[in-house]
């Protein structure tokens, strides 16, 4: 665990890496069907954020790019039953906001702006030009990650 998110319990920064996979199937299973494209673009995205991203929250893509795979597939196969995927996910998701509220208001901005953006990736990997850069309905519909109480920090001004 990197040293900016210390205040939080190892299970509970277990489940804000969880939450890229959990994403990602909520994402891109919103039309049906998770396509290796999704996953795959995914999957890239974390190890890209691994080193574009400040520092914080470049060690925590970092981390999550140890299991990405393997905590998605689990997700994939564990909630593959459509009926019931999106109200899972949606109430694990749900479970991130006290976790987040313990951390500095800063870092746990630019974390819940992070997961927003990193749905928006996995919603462009199909469709469109070249089966990239296109939302499609469903997936538009999910983006915002309403299950997830938004955090925002702004910036003091300087005298």
């Not at 994403?23 to 049906?32: F, N, S």
């Not at 996953?39 to 520092?55: F, G, N, Q």
Request: hydrophobic letters at 40%; proline letters at 3%.
């Amino acid at each position: 665990m990197t040293e900016y998110f210390k205040v939080l319990s190892d299970s509970e920064f277990d489940q804000l890496k969880d939450a890229i996979s959990l994403i990602t199937v909520y994402i891109a299973g919103a039309d049906g069907e998770i396509n290796k494209d999704e996953t795959d673009w995914a999957e890239k995205v974390t190890k890209i954020r691994s080193y574009t991203l400040p520092e914080g929250l470049a060690g925590f893509y970092e981390e999550v790019g140890i299991d990405f795979h393997e905590r998605l597939e689990n997700h994939m196969t564990s909630l593959s039953n459509l009926e019931t995927r999106n109200s899972t996910v949606a109430e694990k998701l749900t479970a991130l906001n006290p976790i987040l509220a313990k951390l500095p208001v800063k870092l746990g901005a630019a974390l819940y702006s992070s997961y927003v953006s990193f749905a928006k990736h996995v919603a462009k990997a199909s469709g469109g030009f070249l089966g990239f850069f296109s939302i499609g309905p469903k997936e538009a519909a999910l983006l915002d990650l309403e299950m997830i109480t938004p955090i925002i920090w702004e910036e003091e001004e300087e005298a």
